[in-house]
């Protein structure tokens, strides 16, 4: 048999992939990357040669088999996504449950994961939260606003920022404009901002600048 590591990789700083992470993409069979354009760049920056292919939420279903089949006959692969932690709102499950399901050797690396610090650096009570991710675009949107919004944990999201002012003004709506929150974005990179205030003042922020870089808003519970 052999086995599956899921790498975590850089969410901004390049600097912040651990010294474990490069030993396993240099000694494994193969890497299978979210988007081998990007994750050349981090490659060829640690000087790891091994060969990589796509493996992404467009083809994990159908590519899945074949991995499996070559990780039963011994070979070692890495997963890994454009940034952050595999699995974490990025392709990782299914293929890590394939695995299990197998009886295939598995193991999950620590390292970078954007909410995290988002959350740290919200100064909301982080000794009890609710991981959301991405909000469903459409269908389902709604109702999942109306579960979330008479939960005590503080609330995480990921956004992207072409959906920030909608999903504000979304949470305006349910949440109240006088819900604390915190909208984080570049993070670990350059111009790395947390933007503090209530919903009302950061919808109000997002509608007369335009914010760039993938975003991790962190909402505070009912009280």
Request: with cysteine.
């Amino acid at each position: 048999m052999g086995k599956l590591f899921l790498v975590p990789t850089p969410i901004g700083n390049l600097a912040d992939m651990t010294f474990r992470g490069v030993e396993v993409l240099k000694s494994v069979d193969f890497i299978l990357a979210e988007d081998t354009r990007n994750s050349a760049k981090l490659l060829q920056h640690y000087e790891v040669s091994t060969p990589m292919y796509a493996h992404h939420a467009h083809n994990e279903h159908q590519h899945t088999p074949e991995i499996i089949k070559q990780l039963k006959e011994g070979k070692s692969f890495a997963l890994i996504t454009d940034a952050g932690t595999p699995g974490i709102s990025d392709p990782g499950f299914l293929l890590l449950r394939n695995c299990i399901e197998n009886e295939i050797e598995t193991e999950v690396l620590p390292g970078a994961t954007a909410f995290v610090p988002a959350l740290i650096q919200s100064a909301l009570p982080n000794h009890d939260f609710y991981f959301c991710g991405f909000l469903p675009v459409k269908k389902g949107r709604q109702t999942r606003l109306n579960q979330l919004r008479e939960l005590k944990s503080t609330l995480i999201f990921y956004e992207s920022p072409h959906k920030i002012e909608k999903t504000l003004g979304d949470f305006v709506e349910h949440f109240g404009r006088e819900r604390q929150a915190c909208l984080s974005r570049e993070i670990s990179k350059k111009f790395e901002e947390h933007l503090r205030g209530t919903l009302g003042e950061l919808l109000g922020i997002v509608k007369n600048t335009k914010l760039k870089g993938e975003m991790v808003l962190s909402v505070e519970g009912v009280k």
